[in-house]
């Protein structure tokens, strides 16, 4: 297990810079690969806060992510192991529960790394603001907004990926996510959906907030409730 801060090199290799702000105010991580996917658990003591995916192929999936129905439930699982067997790394068993939820390939033995980071405190706000059930113009324009602010985001990162990553951006359906900004609903965080390559299910693909707006848990949220309709 390597112990380290996080630096320069793990903030490019993670992606767009909204995501270091997350890193930053949280004081243990540990990450595994499985599927091609890096997984980054978001530990607080012996408490899971969150969950952020990271596809090294298309380089720009990354989700804050919780799950309110799920968490307490792996890391109920978790505390048990640890009753019974004695004292296991808590990053590693939340890892398998979670991957054995989602029934994704467990690989973490080589590759598990913890972060200790600066700040101590990281707090999600779940389910603040909602999911857009009906889709009027004026939530069509803001979710273009959204569209263009998050492939100038990207070009500005990753120049060489951005062209086929807003093709495939285009052709997603979106879910999109509203809260009262300064006295108004607006849109406020997008969530497109991507069919799995077998084709027969969908997964949350890319997830955008506005930059204005970020570290209030819209994203989080949006990811949260998707996930559970899908």
């Known amino acids: 297990m390597i112990v380290s801060k996080v630096d320069n090199t793990d903030i490019e290799i993670l992606g ?32 899971v806060e969150g969950v952020v995916m990271h596809d090294p192929i298309r380089q720009t999936v990354i989700l804050p992510y919780i799950d309110p129905i799920v968490l307490p439930e792996l890391v109920s699982k978790i505390e048990n192991i640890k009753g019974i067997n004695g004292e296991i ?25 913890v972060y200790v980071l600066d700040k101590p405190e990281f707090n999600f706000c779940t389910y603040a603001g909602h999911l857009v059930e009906a889709i009027t113009d004026e939530i069509v324009d803001q979710v273009l907004e959204l569209r263009l602010a998050f492939n100038k985001e990207l ?18 359906e979106f879910f999109a996510w509203m809260d009262t900004v ?8 997008i969530a497109g959906l991507r069919k799995n390559p077998t ?20 994203a989080s949220s949006i990811v949260s409730v998707t996930t559970q309709m899908l």
Request: a positive charge.
């Open 89 to 113: 790394n808590t990053a590693e068993g939340f890892a398998q529960e979670y991957c054995r939820r989602y029934r994704m390939n467990y690989s973490i033995k080589s590759q598990l790394r």
């Open 16 to 47: 767009l810079p909204w995501i270091k702000e997350h890193l930053e105010e949280c004081n243990v991580m540990a990450s595994h690969v499985s599927n091609n996917q890096i997984s980054w658990f978001l530990i607080k003591g012996d408490k």
């Open 155 to 172: 070009e500005l990162h990753f120049p060489i990926q951005s062209k086929d990553t807003m093709r495939e951006l285009l052709n997603n």
């Open 182 to 189: 300064d006295g108004k609903e607006r849109v406020v965080s």
């Open 199 to 218: 084709g027969n299910m969908y997964r949350v693909g890319f997830v955008y907030t506005l930059k204005s707006v970020r570290k209030k848990g819209y």
